[in-house]
Structures are given as structure tokens and as C-alpha cells.
């Protein structure tokens, strides 16, 4: 199961429900924006979204879905034992008990209306309800805090996934945008609200057309809304109140060792990740301990006896790692009795190293590249000769992978290792036998210039893969570069060294040619065995670099 939907079953109805809402947010946003265009342009939008929002089914999914996030994030507060957690989270919360004392009145201005008094409630309707008001300006208001509400949410939930990160500077942009379009386009059609109110006749039309409520019907709308915003705040009081009364009750405490780290006491009742957040622990957990990583794995070395078993969803994500024996997450375990843990994940005070370092995953195509012989041919000769020989030949060819949209990730003596990282898996592929072809011709152009030189010619061996690998910063503290490893890479580094024994200059395997959309069809692929990978891998083997691009045209 991917990351994204580890946890519990709570937090993943959480999730779930809070999609549908950001579903719901977005389309009616970009709904309201319409209004930068036509009155006519906003009612079919709409009418349109009110196909499905207005329906039964849509009805129930839409509501149950806010019923059951605001019902968990408030049973959630409830079980917290501290009040210490990261900034962002905080203001998660802030902001989502905002929403629905400012949501009340929307909700209960358009579909308790609709459904009491008949009230078309259009978005002229609304708009000219709203207008130029306070009331406008807190819907303008909860637009903002619903729209940063859920885009930290999807934030946090996407954040470890490698397509997220690559995109999130675009994403980040129509986030901005998104807010900006709705606000537009209720300015826009406000100005038109103001001159239809302005105008009595016009006025007169307006009322009937959306049946609007007389001075009756809206002082009832106002008591349903104030009753229903004290019905929230009772519940955000209880809330409060069952937070403090846990603080109150649970007198008891636990000790918890941590190995190379503090002895603390605690309360008993709060999960191990609550425990040492609130004693200043630095405890890494990516996912904010909701259970979907394992980046707050611990290895119970003393105690763990005492720990119920993990359940379905915990076993689960420490079955997906590997984790040994006596492991357990953090943000599940409620200790009751004394404890010795060590913190698998330990953090630096280094922010950027508690993401990075933990790796993401990725698919993409690699390339190794080695040249032969090489020793051989430099024995005996002076070390800046050797030195100035390399760096020409890496002059010469590492353009060929770079213009093809690749990267060096290292350079390992007379030889490369290079990551084309791309926004999909076929222009990943594509770039890399680019890449490939390029480099052909680079070093036949390079070793015609040896040649004149009366420097013996280089040959190299390529061998490209394509497949999942995991990249992340791999050393100590301060000191570790970006890299990749995973079996696709250990599959791509042998496809080079099996170039010597075949005796042809590159071996590119059929995943590469699969994702760039080659048909493997016509094309006489060997079968290999290489060490350290699981499965026999197919391969393409071409004897020219250069020629690989008629090698891969169809007959």
C-alpha cells in the first residue's frame, strides 16, 4: 500500500473525507471566478456543479464528508495529551476551527434557505445578499482560510512523494492563483450586483427571480445560523474541556530511557511521540504521527512486553520497511510502563536533513559508463598526464548528458554514474538513450582528435536501466551528498561491466525501451544474468553508441 494511505483507519477516513471537501473547494472557487466573465458564465458553472453537490448521493458525500472531518479533528484534539507540535499543525488547527463559525452563516443563507423558503440561491442571489458588507468580507475571509486549510493538509500529505516535490513550485503558483481568480471574479460581479440593487426595477426583478426572503424569513435564517455556531462552540468546549480533564486525571506517570538520549517522566496516556515532543525530545516524524511512515520508529530494546500488539495498520507499515524485530512507531504506542527505546531516526537539528535524508522514491533511468582498459593504459605514465587525459574525455562527453536533460550524480575514477530525473517515466527513458547516442558521437569525434594526436583511441562501456531507486542524502551530518541506490542501480552498473565481455559499447535493457515507447518487438534482445540482481534482465546490445538511433528504427 503506498505511504500516503498508511495509518489507521481514522486517519485514513480523515484523509478520504477531506479530499471530497477539497474537491468541493476547488471547483467552487474556480466557480465563483467565472464571475470575471458573464453572470451567465457563473449560473451554468453552477448549475452544473449542483448536478452532483445538489443530488442525493452527492448530497450525502458532501456532508458526511464534513461531518466526519470536523468530527475527527476534534476527537483528535480531544485525545492530546500536549499542547507542543510544529508550527504548521498548529496553524491547521487554528484554521479549521475558524471555518465552521464562518461557514454557518454561508451554508445556512444558501441550502437551509433553498430548502425552508424556496430561495433560488444562485449566486446572484448571494453576491447581492453579501456584498460590500461585514459579511462579505468574512466570506472573502473563510475563502482564504479554507483554500490555506487545505492546501497545508494536501502539503502534508504528499510532501514525502518524489512527484510532489518536483512539481511543487508550479503547484505552489496555482495555489496562489486559485484564491486570487475566486476573489476576482466576486469583485467582478458585485460591481454588477450593486448596479442591478441600484436600480429599483431592477431591484424588483432580482427579489422574485431568486424569491427572496422577507424580513421574517431572514431573522429565522440568523437564529438557525447563531444556534448552529453554538452548537460548535459547546462542542469545541467539551473538546477543551476533555483535554484538560485527561491532563487532570492521569496523575500517573512513566519513565522512558532513551538510548543515547534522556530519561523522562511522563503521563501515562499519550502516545511515545506526544511524550517527547512535550519533554523536548527531538523525535523525527515526517507524517506529524498520523501513522502513514515510519519515520518515528523506535526499537523497543527494554519493555516491550508491556506494549499491546501492533495493530493491523502499524504492522503494516513496519512490514513495508523491513523493520527488525521489537520495532514499533511512535505515534502508536501508548506506554503504560517503564521503557528503553532507541530512536531509529535520530534527528540533527538539521531540518533539511530530516526530509532529504530519509530518501523518496523514485523511477527513472540510470546510466554507467566506464572506460576500458584504462588502468592498463596508463601504467607507467605520470599522474598529471593521467589527470589531464580524464578530464578531456569528461569534456568531451558529459555534454551528450547534460544537453539530453541528465545529470552526473558522481564520477568514480574513469568512469560516471548518471540519473535522468524527468517528470514522467517515458521522457525519463527518452532523454537517457538520447543521452546514449550523444555520447557515441562525442567519443568518435574525441578519439579522431587522439588520433591526430597519436594518443591511442578510449572505449567505453554504457550500460542503462530503468527502474525504482531511492534517492536521498546517504552520509554524515554535514557531509552528505545526494545519491541513489536501490537494485536498478546495481542492474545498470552491471549491464556496463557486461559490455567487456560481449565486447559492444553500450547495453541498454528493455525497461529503458519500453518507456520511451520502442517496440521490443523486432529487435534481438539477450537474455542476462547479472549478479546481485533478482530476475534475468533483457537487453539491447549495441556495438556502436553513435549508430543506436538507426539501431532502433523499424526495419
Not at 503494516?316 to 502508536?332: I, N, T
Amino acid at each position: 500500500m503506498k505511504s500516503r494511505w498508511r495509518g489507521n483507519l481514522r486517519t485514513r477516513i480523515r484523509v478520504a473525507s477531506g479530499l471530497v471537501l477539497f474537491a468541493f473547494a476547488l471547483t467552487h472557487f474556480i466557480n465563483i471566478g467565472f464571475g470575471l466573465f458573464s453572470s451567465e458564465l457563473m449560473a451554468a458553472g453552477q448549475a452544473l456543479r449542483q448536478t452532483v453537490t445538489r443530488s442525493l448521493p452527492g448530497s450525502v458525500l458532501l456532508y458526511a464528508a464534513l461531518f466526519t472531518h470536523a468530527g475527527l479533528a476534534l476527537y483528535r484534539q480531544g485525545r492530546r495529551t500536549t499542547l507542543r507540535m510544529p508550527l504548521w499543525e498548529a496553524m491547521q488547527i487554528v484554521l479549521g476551527l475558524l471555518i465552521p463559525l464562518l461557514l454557518t452563516a454561508h451554508i445556512v443563507h444558501t441550502r437551509v434557505a433553498h430548502s425552508l423558503f424556496d430561495v433560488n440561491d444562485s449566486f446572484k442571489y448571494l453576491v447581492a445578499l453579501i456584498f460590500d458588507t461585514t459579511d462579505g468580507w468574512l466570506q472573502s475571509l473563510l475563502m482564504l482560510i479554507v483554500w490555506t486549510h487545505a492546501c497545508i493538509g494536501l502539503h502534508f500529505w504528499l510532501r514525502a512523494e518524489g512527484w510532489w516535490q518536483r512539481f511543487l513550485p508550479v503547484l505552489a503558483a496555482l495555489a496562489a492563483l486559485v484564491p486570487a481568480f475566486a476573489l476576482a471574479g466576486f469583485l467582478t460581479e458585485g460591481r454588477r450586483m450593486a448596479r442591478v440593487l441600484a436600480d429599483p426595477e431592477g431591484r424588483e426583478q432580482l427579489y422574485a427571480a431568486t424569491n427572496w426572503p422577507d424580513w421574517d424569513g431572514f431573522v429565522t435564517l440568523m437564529g438557525i445560523a447563531w444556534d448552529a455556531r453554538m452548537v460548535f462552540v459547546a462542542l469545541v468546549l467539551i473538546t477543551a474541556a476533555i483535554y484538560a480533564g485527561r491532563k487532570l486525571i492521569r496523575r500517573n506517570t512513566v519513565r522512558i530511557r532513551y538510548v543515547d538520549g534522556p530519561e523522562i517522566s511522563s503521563p501515562k496516556g499519550p502516545t511515545l511521540l506526544e511524550m517527547s515532543r512535550a519533554n523536548g525530545v527531538p523525535h523525527t516524524a515526517l507524517c506529524g504521527g498520523r501513522g502513514r511512515c515510519t519515520t518515528c520508529r523506535v526499537i523497543v530494546e527494554d519493555g516491550g512486553a508491556t506494549l499491546p500488539a501492533p495493530s493491523e495498520a502499524e504492522a503494516r507499515s513496519l512490514r513495508a520497511v523491513g523493520a527488525p524485530a521489537g520495532s514499533r512507531l511512535a505515534c502508536q504506542i501508548r506506554p503504560s510502563e517503564p521503557l528503553t527505546v532507541y530512536r531509529v531516526f535520530q534527528t540533527d537539528g538539521k531540518r533539511a536533513r530530516d526530509h532529504a535524508s530519509h530518501g523518496q522514491e523514485r523511477r527513472m533511468a540510470i546510466l554507467f559508463l566506464d572506460i576500458r582498459g584504462f588502468t592498463a593504459r596508463t601504467t607507467g605514465q605520470l599522474p598529471y598526464d593521467v589527470v589531464f587525459l580524464l578530464n578531456r574525455f569528461f569534456d568531451a562527453i558529459v555534454p551528450a548528458i547534460t544537453q539530453s536533460g541528465g545529470v552526473v550524480d558522481k564520477y568514480l575514477g574513469d568512469g560516471l554514474l548518471a540519473l535522468f530525473e524527468a517528470p514522467s517515466e517515458a521522457l525519463s527513458a527518452q532523454a537517457a538513450l538520447k543521452a546514449t547516442g550523444s555520447i557515441g558521437a562525442a567519443l568518435e569525434t574525441f578519439n579522431e582528435t587522439l588520433a591526430r594526436e597519436g594518443i591511442p583511441h578510449i572505449r567505453i562501456g554504457v550500460g542503462l536501466h530503468l527502474g525504482d531507486v531511492v534517492m536521498g542524502e546517504i552520509g554524515a551530518v554535514g557531509n552528505a551528498p545526494r545519491t541513489i541506490i536501490g537494485e536498478s542501480v546495481n542492474a545498470a552498473s552491471r549491464l556496463e561491466a557486461k559490455t567487456k565481455e560481449l565486447g559492444v559499447e553500450a547495453l541498454i535493457s528493455a525497461p529503458v525501451l519500453a518507456g520511451a515507447g520502442i517496440d521490443c518487438a523486432p529487435l534481438e534482445l539477450l537474455t542476462l544474468e547479472l549478479r546481485g540482481v533478482h530476475a534475468p534482465v533483457n537487453a539491447l546490445a549495441v556495438s556502436r553508441a553513435a549508430a543506436l538511433e538507426t539501431v532502433l528504427k523499424p526495419a
